[in-house]
């Protein structure tokens, strides 16, 4: 079972409005965390935002914010005021805490492409 | 400082060949993964390091990878008699510690292909 699920593969989004990047989990350990990265057409990955299982509050990292909804197992990215550089694949990732026997090895969703026009 | 860095950034061998791709992680930081990405797709976890030893070499797809870590920094996935599916991008990421929250760093990763 897919542990990690992005069901925009593709998204078009004009430049300025806020964009919504989808993704949900499965995990049956309490503690967790989850990530968001950017992979422009260069290759690089690039942390954006981190939420801990436990963490009462939505975290938020500039524009960018994630939308945590435990019980649905969501964590959504929201990106504020979307610009012309935004445009780039996004990944979501789970690392699952000690109860799991984990390395913490990050688990990957499939990516959401982004495009942002003018 | 300077992040992570892989080498070399392009390979293009032929199928049946040896390939040795390197990782140069943050200084100081002690664990130290390998992921494979292919075309579209997210990375897959293949072998993760805590020091000099390869704590998880789980996500090895099979014996003809391998990589070692042996003085606790610099590191080489080793690939040997490929295969035109190894095709892939091979992403090495670092990190402080293997807390929850503890961020990966990347590199640019090492775009392999095999003819």
């Known amino acids: 079972a897919q542990k990690i699920t992005q069901t925009q593969p593709g998204m078009f989004v004009q430049e300025k409005e806020a964009v919504t990047l989808d993704c949900t989990y499965d995990?049956?350990?309490?503690?967790?965390?989850l990530f968001w990265y950017k992979q422009p057409s260069s290759g690089e990955m690039i942390f954006l935002i981190y939420?801990?299982?436990?963490d009462q509050q939505n975290a938020t990292e500039g524009r960018y914010s994630l939308n945590f909804q435990k019980a649905r197992k969501s964590a959504n990215l929201v990106i504020s005021a979307s610009q012309l550089g935004d445009s780039a694949m996004y990944f979501c990732?789970?690392?699952?805490?000690?109860?799991?026997?984990?390395?913490?090895?990050?688990?990957w969703g499939a990516g959401t492409k982004l495009i942002i026009k003018p | 400082g300077a992040g992570v860095s892989q080498t070399p950034s392009n390979k293009v061998t032929e199928k049946g060949k040896y390939v040795e791709l390197r990782c140069d992680p943050i200084?100081?930081?002690?664990?130290l993964y390998w992921y494979r990405q292919s075309l579209g797709q997210g990375p897959e976890f293949l072998i993760y390091?805590?020091?000099?030893?390869?704590?998880?070499d789980s996500g090895l797809p099979n014996d003809r990878f391998f990589a070692v870590r042996p003085e606790g920094s610099v590191s080489t996935l080793k690939i040997q008699r490929t295969e035109r599916g190894d095709s892939a991008v091979y992403l090495c990421?670092?990190?402080?510690?293997?807390?929850?929250?503890?961020?990966?760093?990347f590199g640019p990763g090492t775009r392999l292909t095999v003819l």
């Open positions: 990421a670092s990190s402080q510690g293997t807390g929850l929250n503890n961020e990966q760093f």
């Open positions: 200084s100081g930081h002690t664990a």
């Open positions: 390091f805590q020091g000099t030893g390869a704590a998880d």
């Open positions: 995990t049956s350990d309490p503690s967790y965390g």
């Open positions: 939420q801990g299982s436990y």
């Open positions: 990732a789970m690392r699952e805490g000690p109860w799991m026997d984990s390395n913490y090895q990050l688990i």
